[in-house]
């Protein structure tokens, strides 16, 4: 088991910036990626971006140049820096661990809301 903690949502304006942090434990050997999901309300739960443990990242196209993702891989921690933030971004922010290609673990989620 895979448990991942996220942390460093909340309320910001319209253009300004927050970063997300998590930090996974328990299981964590054999971890491919982590990345960031997000779920606005009456929406599906997006892919916004995420990191393999090579480095490799990939971005949803309407965060990119706006959002960064990095990894600490010594200490299981994903980080999203978001920049330039926007009313569209409010949403509840997941991590989301692959580990063995296979399994799949969330974590409980934190809220960045964007005011206009």
Known sequence: QVQPVESGGGLVQAGGSLRLSCSASGSIFAINAMGWYRQAPGKQRELVAAITSGGSTNYADSVKGRFTISR????????????????????VYYCHVLRRSVYEYWGQGTQVTVSS
């Open 72 to 91: 600490d891989n010594n200490k299981s921690t994903v980080y999203l820096q978001m920049n330039s933030l926007k009313p569209e971004d409010t949403a």
